[in-house]
């Protein structure tokens, strides 16, 4: 129930406010929030979910009628979802202006972390660099 009080849960749910603050103490709610932050699906990864699926039944319905043509408010709508995708998606370069922007951020805060990150860093672009040229 994100973005609820702790209050309206208990409210919604008939229990007391004491319960759920029992439940979010023992669920750890807040480092599932942060975790789910960090590690979900962005918007334009749900995207692409979503037009990957369609594209997956427009072509199972192309195999079994190959001579039917895909109805235009069904083209359109995938253009129009790849259109948002592509406006949407980070590029390399914008990548490695943020990286390394955190590393140098992360030098005048703490000196010997920010040289242990950045060789950490330079292997992760390096292993991107690799996967977006193929």
């Known amino acids: 129930m994100a973005g609820f009080t702790q209050k309206e849960i208990a409210k919604t749910l008939g229990l007391a406010e004491k319960t759920v603050s029992l439940w979010k103490q023992e669920g750890n709610w807040e480092a599932e929030r ?22 997956r039944i427009l072509t199972d319905r192309a195999k079994d009628n190959p001579d039917q043509l895909i109805e235009k408010g069904e083209f359109d709508a995938l253009a129009k979802a790849m259109s948002s995708i592509k406006r949407n998606e980070l590029a390399w370069v914008d990548l490695v202006k943020i990286l390394r922007g955190f590393v140098k951020w992360l030098a005048h805060e703490d000196g010997q972390k920010a040289q242990a990150i950045e060789a950490l860093v330079n292997k992760y672009l390096n292993e991107q660099r690799r996967s977006y040229a193929d």
């Open 34 to 55: 942060a975790r789910a932050q960090l590690f979900g699906d962005t918007i334009v990864e749900r995207m692409q979910k979503i037009v990957s699926h369609n594209l």
